[in-house]
């Protein structure tokens, strides 16, 4: 059963910092991987999506990158702002997408102004 | 270019009642997740429904919960004689036919039972 860890739970930097959220899985035998963002009381917003054939994605300010091999995933966020604000969730799916997308617990992110 | 419409936002039961929530998917979507989110817990995986059809159905309860995603029309979860414990926030997600697609999640509805 697939299994999705995500360290730390909570991290509060000061804005203007660069910062590392990881993620690992337990089964490398995945589809994809999905970095999601979520705002209090809000859906899920999704930020990158890394097939398992590809090693990283990047959009703006963020870079996702993927080693399957070893069940680890890193969101990198540079130069950090207050608008980064909130819980970063990793999804992996696993089995060709069956039984959609297997979450870790996030990570609560605040940026302090 | 709507998104995934989950509607009520909120929604309000008591124990024994019935809540009834909806999904409108993505337009050209045809593959219907539901998630349930617990507090301070992450999303579960409850079902995975096609037009019509139940794909999988693992992780939603044997008991009172039923989904259903007709030809025409929103898909629907279904629970019944609501209890405390199903307090929480239910999340629908969409994709498309195309391996590997990326799910497009609602914005939740937000269940209390009182």
């Known amino acids: 059963k697939q299994e999705v860890t995500q360290i730390p739970a909570a991290l509060s930097v000061p804005e203007g910092e660069n910062l590392v959220l990881n993620c690992s899985f337990t089964?490398?035998?995945?589809?994809?991987l999905q970095w999601f963002r979520q705002d209090p009381g809000k859906g899920l917003t999704s930020l990158l999506l890394i097939q398992s054939s590809q090693r990283e994605q990047t959009s703006g300010r963020l870079n996702a990158s993927l080693d399957k091999s070893s069940g680890r995933s890193t969101l990198y966020i540079a130069a950090s702002q207050p608008g980064d604000s909130a819980t970063y969730l990793c999804a992996v799916t696993s089995g060709g997408g069956a039984d959609g997308l297997t979450f870790g617990k996030g990570t609560h992110l605040i940026i302090q102004p | 270019n709507a998104g995934v419409m989950q509607n009520p936002r909120h929604l309000v039961r008591r124990r024994g009642q019935e809540a009834r929530l909806r999904c409108s998917p993505m337009?050209?979507?045809?593959?219907v997740y539901w998630y349930r989110q617990l507090p301070e817990e992450g999303l579960k995986f409850m079902v995975y429904l096609q037009k019509e059809n139940i794909i999988d159905e693992s992780g939603m309860p044997k008991e009172r919960f039923s989904a259903e995603f007709p030809k025409e029309g929103p898909s629907i979860l279904r629970i019944q004689q609501v209890v405390r414990g199903d307090s929480a926030a239910y999340f629908c997600?969409?994709?498309?036919?195309?391996?590997?697609?990326?799910?497009?999640f609602g914005n939740g509805t937000r269940l209390t039972v009182t």
């Open positions: 997600a969409s994709s498309s036919d195309r391996e590997g697609s990326p799910l497009h």
């Open positions: 089964d490398s035998a995945i589809y994809n």
């Open positions: 337009k050209g979507h045809s593959h």
